[in-house]
């Protein structure tokens, strides 16, 4: 008989069967010409290598069904050529935009610029070439099938006018080929095929064409002799299809008794039938329901690493998930933990290789205008070699500073100006930081020298970089992004002598654009359109990666069909995870792809891809499933699990708890083992210097965090330290200097002074487009000194108010030099709200009482003398600061006006608790250092709330302390306070009313930083 069926269940023998007729055949004095057919590149593999041992393999051909269609085409007079993927994208690209322009899109036309739907409208054609689909009339289409159905007829009309052919139309072209002449099967003598469940109508048609024409055509389905068992219906329909086509066929059935284990033999022949009996469990098959997904993973790798400790081979242990995007990250990272090396049997996405994502991330640094992330990232690349552009290995971590102080966020022309500014200066590379007016280095720059060059070498990367700006064929951007690719060193990092997948189908896809352009026509496009078709190839793009035999194999529930191992582990028996919740396609619906054999969305026979998942195992078994999410809902056990369940005792299901007591000899990492002896009490028995040396780094750390979880603060972890450190040495000298906004510092949270004067940490911010506060301040008191300074009469208003805008406009203009910053399309809207607030600032300080005598009076700094306090003990300490406004009455008496862009935390509570001391210490200052009278009142002005805030220093009372002298001799109290606790060594942290603020050096490790409730 030509065409036979070979029927068994899962395990039992098919594909050792076709290696005995393979053999057999083989084996004969003439020479065959034999040809088995498989579903995938791990099962040709697996099977020529069992062929290896037989010894003779001469006429044997193994592949893919479209493979076995190509040698037939190859055969026939047929001059059509398997059309490269990116050409069919084009023809399929320009057909949707016709169909756009004459209205024939209908509903797609809102959708058809969104991501992704050119790609699935691909999809969707290629589905329908597959089933090798010609249409069917029919009054019952809807609108859109019938859209995606002219789309799919005047894909294939196109393609074939080029005298191109879709790959998922090989089958159906080889089909029409052995239908027309028999030449090309001519010394054809015998087909195998293994490991389907499922073939298309060309698939199908083809093998009972060959058998017509005399060729012996053997399959093998999964199934039994009749029992109807439901893991089989597909492979049953299939079975009836070929019946239909081919009536005289021959059915083999070789029994339903796998070649498996007792125990798993045992859940095989009991899974999903009525009456399940209760099988005996054993040591090597375990069920197990874990708490979350990840402690799932752990579970897995841990009884595969216990598998290795025992002398098992890492490529004979196989971990089973549902899909690519579920579990591979958390198994990435336990494998990493455990030491076992895991390898992911699926093709990776162009896009996601790290050198092909720098040539995206090279071509957007010209057409973003050099931002400041994405440039840095580009020279700092390791697959580049820009020492041709005169770039040193340094230069990054130096442009770096620079983008820091420029500020630079992006635009070509900032990093020269910046970088030209640096130059000028020549051996200055100090910023001199604007809060509390202090010189405080924060970075080292380059000089004038390392300026100049770096300049040179911007401009040498930026003119190759540079893109012409008018459209240009495909063919012209090929060549000029692989002369740049060659100029940037990018190309003399590929080894020369080894192949290597991602860079072959790279190379494959600029040379499909090419003939994309040879083929239809001149394909011109501007730069940008060139980058978005590169990009979008990346995404659509994949690459098998070569299977490592000395890892664990990773691999989708679907994929492991055909395939054997000693140890299976399968993850994910959930509900909606795995069977995955199934819904009708959209596009072509259940009704429609029963007409045009395509495989159905809604029957996935997700059953028969278990069962022949759980025997896969020549000799463990383990299944898991997570009880509870990530985010810590209840997840429903999968009804394969409960299939499974029904087969054994209650007593032999295991659930792994959060709380579940483990032994330390089951732990499978270091950080596994030090946690579980913590947590359950179990002393660990030290054996080696190492385990002993990292345990004292352990407990010393729960020292730390035993510090960090008790409510009070107290002890060396939280900042209670034996003597001054050597950064704070200065401050136990009998006289010590020291500014307002130090000692509120320290007053407001001794950890942050510490952390900001003792360790000297200066956050180096990102920069970002705007201004910062600070510098909103600077440039709003910069404006007011002047206004003031320049009017003849500083409490005439009127002239005040004309003076305003004069003023304002030139330091407007000259602040994104002064200041360093980019403007914002807000700056101009900016001015004109601060320019408001000037207004009320001048209006709301006007008086006829007080006159305006100086501006921004600086004491201790510039020659001018210091305010010296002597404490109680006899300490000196020695103030400095600027006043931002001193005004004067007619009797010589002082006001002092402090300017702040804030509103909160400026009454007298604040001064009181220490948190603010300015306004009496600058009253002190005006009166003992500057010697300009006796003050009798002082306050904040808050720009921003124009108006002063609630402390008055002519109306302050606290206790017995009252008026301007009583502030000063509360400051002076917080002042023995403060020197008492550093004296101490006491910087304890503590959170201020309203939380910290988020400014706050010591927020990125602080467990005591709050934020978010200032004011």
Known sequence: MSLQILMAGAACGKTTEVLKRVCSELSSTDLKKIWVILPDRRQINSFREKLLTSGNMIGLSTGLFYEFGNEILLKSDQTYTEAPELLLHRILQKIIQNFSQTGDLGAFEAIKDKPGFIQLVHRKVSELAEAGYESFPSDNLDPEVDVILKI??????????????????????????????????????????????????????????????????????????????????????????????????????????????????????????????????????????????????????????????????????????????????????????????????????????????????????????????????????PFVDLSNFGFKPADTAILERVSRYGPVVAGFDNWMKVLQRLATKGEESKKQAELDKEDDEIFNLPNADACQRLMESLRSLAAILKPPEKEKRITFWVEWLWQLLEDLGWLSQMPATTEILWFEKFKQNLREMCIADQELGFWYLDFDQFVAELEMGFQMSTFQQTTDRNKVQVLRLLDARGSRFEHVVILGLAEGVFPKSQREDPFLPEIFRQQAGLESHVEHNQIGVFYQAITRANSTLMVTRPYMSDKGEALEPSPYWNALIACLEEKDIEVVRSTTKRTLEDAASLEELFFWSHLFKIPIKFEDEHLSQTINKLNHQKAVLSSRQSKRIEGVYEGELEKLPPGLAKFEQKETDWSASRLETYKSCPMRFWTQYGLGVVEQHIPVLGLESFQIGSILHQILEDVYRTAEDPTNVDQLLDLLPVIARQVFDAAPETYQFEPTVYWQTQQEEWLAILQSAIIGLASEEWVPIAFEEKFGLDGKPALNIELEDGRMVRLHGVIDRIDQDLQGNLRIIDYKTGVSHLGKDDLIQGTRLQLPLYAMAAMQALKMGEVKEGFYWTLNGEEAGSLKLSKFQSADFEGPSGAIQVAKLHLQMIMDGLSSADFSPQVPDGGCPKYCGARLWCWRYHPGRQG
């Not at 089958?171 to 389907?196: N, Q």
């Not at 298309?200 to 058998?211: E, F, M």
């Not at 083999?252 to 033999?265: N, R, V």
């Not at 009996?277 to 197990?288: A, G, P, V, Y």
């Open 152 to 381: 799919y007829q005047a894909y294939q009309k196109r393609v074939k006018q080029r005298q191109w052919m879709d790959p998922h139309q090989i089958i159906s072209m080889a089909l029409d080929a052995v239908r027309s002449t028999s030449s090309v099967i001519k010394g054809l003598d015998f087909v195998a095929v293994d490991g389907f469940e499922r073939f298309t109508p060309p698939q199908l048609n083809l093998l009972c064409q060959l058998a017509e024409r005399g060729v012996k055509v053997l399959i093998t389905l999964p199934g039994n002799d009749g029992a109807g068992r439901t893991i089989y219906q597909r492979a049953q329909e299939s079975l009836e299809q070929f019946q239909s086509a081919f009536p005289d066929l021959e059915l083999i059935y070789a029994g339903d008794q796998p070649f498996l284990p007792s125990f798993i033999l045992g859940l095989a022949n009991n899974f999903l039938v009525d009456k399940p009996q209760i099988i005996e469990k054993q040591s090597d098959m375990r069920l197990l329901s874990a708490y979350s997904p990840l402690q799932e993973v752990r579970e897995g790798l841990r009884r595969i690493r216990f598998l290795l400790n025992k002398s098992a081979f890492a490529g004979d242990c196989a971990i089973l998930i549902p899909a690519e995007d579920q579990y591979s990250a958390l198994l990435q990272t336990v494998a990493n933990e455990y030491h076992i090396p895991i390898h992911f049997n699926w093709g990776k996405p162009l896009i996601q290789v790290a050198q092909l994502e720098l040539i995206l991330n090279l071509l957007h640094v010209s057409t973003e205008d050099f931002p400041r992330r994405l440039f840095l990232d580009v020279i700092r690349s």
